[in-house]
């Protein structure tokens, strides 16, 4: 069921909670809250220990706790002055939240540090994966315009502790299986990370994203999420990807042609890509589902596209 709590339910009820659990402080479930340092270039983990036991408890004092003041002298509360929850709602694993008005006057570095925050701490509560932010009920717009919709973790690429000031939004498009399973509907999403990483590939960002699936009900995954990436690289415009055994269990009914083209199609967007071949443990000798031959070079298939 749905619950909606405004920002004074959610102060009292921690109160209550924390001054209930003061004679164990370290007791409960052990909990990374992201906070800014002081000059808000880094967002920095801080253990914490949530005393509730159902989701919804856990959320209001994970929103409390970005309220307060770290124990390190070195870090600031993520949600200061007038930053601070109008209201959220969390419903089958994904929490939306309102913040004040003046979210929208944050500099942009401030603004994507408070953001990446946010979802992180939340999204290590058991039972949440997506969050939403919006400002006062209106969906939270970046620099380009562009809604925000609803975000994972593995969308802030940079990690805890890293600097921040630099940071660039990278749009990828994803291709995931319509409802039957027997086409492919493409996906825009949006990833923010630090322009000082050189050790990920825009291939690997793809395929990542992909074992990672959609995180809404228009789409469906197409990859197995077991699947590990065993290597990605370029070459002469064509992709070589090696994935694990995990490649070739089916997933959601898809069909063999859509799992073949997710892959080729996404990394195709790629502008230094033109084609891909597909391995499995290092071996293209094979089909795939006995149908796909991995020795092909796969190109572009715009046929099976809604």
Same mark, same amino acid.
């Given at each position: *069921? +749905?619950?909606?709590?405004?920002?004074?339910?959610?102060?009292?009820?921690?109160?209550?909670?924390?001054?209930?659990?003061?004679?164990?402080?370290?007791?409960?479930?052990?909990?990374?809250?992201?906070?800014?340092?002081?000059?808000?270039?880094?967002?920095?983990?801080?253990?914490?220990?949530?005393?509730?036991?159902?989701?919804?408890?856990?959320?209001?004092?994970?929103?409390?706790?970005?309220?307060?003041?770290?124990?390190?002298?070195?870090? +600031?509360?993520?949600?200061?002055?007038?930053?601070?929850?109008?209201?959220?709602?969390?419903?089958?694993?994904?929490?939306?939240?309102? *913040?004040?008005?003046?979210?929208?006057?944050?500099?942009?570095?401030?603004?994507?540090?408070?953001?990446? $925050?946010?979802?992180?701490?939340?999204?290590?509560?058991?039972?949440?994966?997506?969050?939403?932010?919006?400002?006062?009920?209106?969906?939270?717009?970046?620099?380009?315009?562009?809604?925000?919709?609803?975000?994972?973790?593995?969308?802030?690429?940079?990690?805890?502790?890293?600097?921040?000031?630099?940071?660039?939004?990278?749009?990828?498009?994803?291709?995931?299986?319509?409802?039957?399973?027997?086409?492919?509907?493409?996906?825009?999403?949006?990833?923010?990370?630090?322009?000082?990483?050189?050790?990920?590939? *825009?291939?690997?960002?793809?395929?990542?994203?992909?074992?990672?699936?959609?995180?809404?009900?228009?789409?469906?995954?197409?990859?197995?999420? $077991?699947?590990?990436?065993?290597?990605?690289?370029?070459?002469?415009?064509?992709?070589?990807?090696?994935?694990?055994?995990?490649?070739?269990?089916?997933?959601?009914?898809?069909?063999?042609?859509?799992?073949?083209?997710?892959?080729?199609?996404?990394?195709?967007?790629?502008?230094?890509?033109?084609?891909?071949?597909?391995?499995?443990?290092?071996? +293209?000798?094979?089909?795939?589902?006995?149908?796909?031959?991995?020795?092909?070079?796969?190109?572009?298939?715009?046929?099976?596209?809604?």
């Amino acid at each position: *069921m +749905k619950r909606i709590f405004s920002v004074w339910l959610l102060m009292a009820a921690i109160i209550c909670m924390l001054t209930a659990c003061s004679e164990s402080e370290e007791t409960g479930t052990p909990i990374e809250i992201s906070y800014l340092n002081q000059s808000e270039t880094q967002i920095i983990p801080e253990v914490h220990y949530l005393q509730g036991r159902e989701t919804t408890e856990r959320i209001v004092e994970v929103l409390t706790l970005l309220g307060e003041v770290p124990d390190s002298k070195e870090l +600031k509360a993520t949600l200061t002055g007038s930053i601070y929850i109008v209201s959220y709602t969390y419903d089958d694993g994904q929490v939306i939240v309102s *913040m004040s008005d003046k979210y929208k006057e944050l500099s942009k570095t401030t603004e994507v540090l408070i953001r990446a $925050a946010l979802v992180r701490s939340l999204t290590n509560i058991p039972g949440v994966e997506y969050v939403m932010l919006t400002v006062n009920g209106e969906p939270l717009i970046d620099s380009t315009g562009t809604a925000l919709g609803i975000m994972t973790a593995d969308m802030f690429l940079d990690g805890a502790g890293t600097p921040f000031n630099s940071y660039e939004q990278t749009t990828i498009r994803l291709y995931f299986a319509n409802e039957t399973g027997e086409g492919l509907v493409s996906i825009n999403r949006n990833l923010l990370h630090n322009m000082d990483m050189s050790n990920i590939s *825009m291939e690997k960002l793809v395929i990542e994203q992909l074992i990672k699936g959609p995180v809404n009900d228009s789409s469906y995954a197409t990859v197995n999420p $077991a699947t590990k990436l065993l290597s990605v690289t370029v070459k002469d415009g064509i992709c070589y990807v090696n994935f694990d055994s995990g490649f070739l269990t089916p997933v959601n009914n898809v069909t063999s042609e859509v799992a073949i083209y997710s892959v080729v199609n996404s990394l195709v967007e790629l502008t230094n890509v033109n084609k891909v071949q597909i391995s499995v443990d290092g071996n +293209k000798d094979m089909k795939f589902r006995e149908k796909y031959e991995l020795s092909t070079v796969f190109e572009r298939n715009l046929q099976i596209i809604e």
